[in-house]
């Protein structure tokens, strides 16, 4: 895969044909809450704050996706430690809203990082996965719309 680190997730634990649950991504997002990971590209280290499970859930991002990118988003929540020990990039942007002074009031780092969801064949078996980009952000998670397929 290029020589990119990618956290793979063997088990589709968020499922559904038309929605995911949000509230029960939420409810799995808290078992990090109070939780350290470090970088290893930049070796900070990173607090997983009680805001987190809403932000990543209920934040205007996560209200517009649909369909595969929205279970995609739902299901790397299982991989979040290990999404954040391999996340390479770090970017830092000033903020800018006002709404964000009290939490991000010296601003805001982004990262990368790459995780791969199973696509199962019709007799219950992986056939593949799928290979998505992730842009981590201080508060939420944000896919990029690339995806590649393994098989």
């Not at 987190?52 to 369909?67: A, W």
């Not at 056939?127 to 201080?138: A, D, G, H, I, T």
Request: glycine share 6%; proline share 2%; hydrophobic share 35%.
């Amino acid at each position: 895969m290029n020589g990119k680190k990618t956290v793979f997730i063997h088990d589709i634990l968020f499922k559904g044909k038309r929605a995911v649950n949000w509230d029960e991504v939420e409810k799995y997002l808290r078992q990090y809450v109070g939780e350290f990971y470090q970088i290893e590209d930049c070796n900070k280290m990173i607090y997983i704050g009680s805001d987190l499970p809403d932000e990543y859930t209920h934040s205007n991002y996560t209200r517009i996706l649909k369909g595969a990118n929205a279970k995609a988003k739902a299901n790397a929540a299982q991989g979040l430690p290990e999404l954040l020990k391999i996340a390479t990039n770090e970017v830092y942007e000033d903020n800018r809203k006002e709404k964000h002074s009290k939490d991000a009031k010296y601003g805001w780092y982004s990262y990368d990082s790459r995780f791969a969801l199973p696509v199962f064949g019709d007799d219950g078996e992986i056939e593949r996965y799928n290979v998505f980009m992730l842009q981590c952000w201080s508060d939420t998670m944000k896919m990029r719309n690339i995806t590649y397929t393994i098989s």
